[in-house]
């Protein structure tokens, strides 16, 4: 992983967590225990700050970061789908964002809910809790139904076994 300091701000990242060597980690971010960064994925904390709970996964080429002052917040047990753009917002613990969703500044995704691919939260629009949204700009469709719930928790546990496996067996080749 590429971890920089940045204006005397050091990325803390919690114990038994996975960030990818091709990850970039800048400045002010913390990631709490038992995450998976991927690769290519950027958490640049350089402008302010970045929080990822514990036992969230930030999958291959998201971006995560901030205007001056803010903080872009991941709860706990969170999935960031691959290439999602999260910018100074809050996404609360146990909530999905879909592939090559975007959630803008000051947006805020509530705790459990599920934000489909490709969707756009706009700046300081709010999706409750247990809420699904989709559509450019995203527009609540319905609610978290238990099938739902189900495929978010069997994919944070298997991100979770995922990050035992590379912490004890992945190894560069070439």
Do not use: W
């Not at 038992?34 to 904390?45: D, N, P, W």
């Not at 290439?83 to 999905?96: F, N, P």
């Amino acid at each position: 992983m590429a971890c920089y300091e940045f204006d005397g701000k050091v990325p803390v990242i919690g114990e038994g967590s996975f960030v990818h060597e091709n990850a970039n980690v800048v400045g002010d971010v913390e990631i709490g225990v038992e995450c998976f960064i991927g690769s290519g994925a950027v958490l640049r904390g350089d402008l302010g700050s970045i929080r990822v709970g514990n036992r969230s996964n930030i999958q291959d080429n998201c971006t995560l970061h901030v205007n001056p002052g803010m903080v872009c917040s991941v709860g706990d047990n969170c999935t960031v789908g691959h290439g999602a753009v999260l910018h100074g917002c809050t996404v609360e613990s146990g909530a999905l964002i879909g592939m090559n969703a975007v959630v803008s500044d000051g947006g805020v995704v509530g705790a459990g809910s599920v934000v489909a691919e490709g969707a756009v939260v706009r700046g300081r629009q709010v999706i409750p809790a247990g809420k699904v949204a989709a559509g450019v700009p995203a527009k609540i469709i319905g609610d978290v139904s238990g099938g739902h719930r189900e495929i978010i928790e069997i994919g944070n546990k298997m991100y979770i076994a995922l990050v035992k496996k590379y912490l004890s067996g992945s190894k560069r080749i070439s």
